[in-house]
């Protein structure tokens, strides 16, 4: 066999089809074959990249939107009795301003006795509520003035406690888990 390339003409079919066509035109009409050839793989090459990487994108973005919503879910779950327990804070507000009212020889009171036991009784279950829901109280006097909790309403001369700690709380506050559901209302020391 000969070391050399076959060219088209060596085929009986192929040169009787080439016949009339000058043989320096054989080579680049092949060439130019071939180039379109590699031109049109390179290009799907290309857009086949691009495709990949589109859908690499779409995944991720679909993965984000799956985390989303998860955590959204998550939260709806935690935090659906939010206005609810709002709305239920005032009545414990109101049993603890009945139970703070009533005067301690009151309470001795044979006649008055069951009443303050029931408020307190009352009082109590609230709290247990609040506890298996994850409501909870903030803690507020004696404690640095926290603006992510508590909310100063006033200030107060106080030569006993350092500016900016919480001498009074006039209203109690509440997390829900670990969101805030109502800020605790309190009188903050100032210097005297």
């Not at 309470?107 to 247990?128: C, M, W, Y």
């Not at 006993?160 to 605790?184: C, F, H, S």
């Amino acid at each position: 066999m000969n070391d050399e390339k076959t060219q088209p003409q060596d085929d009986p079919a192929v040169a009787a089809e080439l016949k009339g066509v000058p043989e320096d035109l054989i080579g680049k009409e092949e060439e130019a074959a071939l180039d379109s050839i590699d031109g049109v793989l390179s290009r799907l090459q290309d857009e086949l990249a691009q495709a990949k990487q589109e859908v690499l994108y779409a995944r991720a973005e679909t993965q984000n939107v799956r985390r989303r919503l998860e955590k959204d879910i998550a939260d709806s779950r935690a935090y659906a009795a939010t206005g609810f327990a709002r709305d239920i804070l005032s009545v414990a507000d109101n049993l603890s301003r009945a139970l703070e009212s009533i005067p301690a020889e009151l309470r001795e009171d044979d006649k008055l006795k069951s009443l303050v036991a029931g408020i307190e009784a009352t009082a109590r279950e609230i709290d247990k509520v609040f506890a298996q829901h994850g409501i909870s109280r903030i803690a507020a006097v004696g404690l640095p003035l926290d603006p992510n909790q508590h909310q100063a309403m006033l200030e107060i001369p106080s030569a006993d406690a350092e500016p900016g700690t919480v001498v009074q709380e006039l209203q109690a506050g509440y997390m829900i888990k670990d969101r805030l559901l109502r800020p605790a209302m309190v009188a903050v020391a100032k210097a005297g």
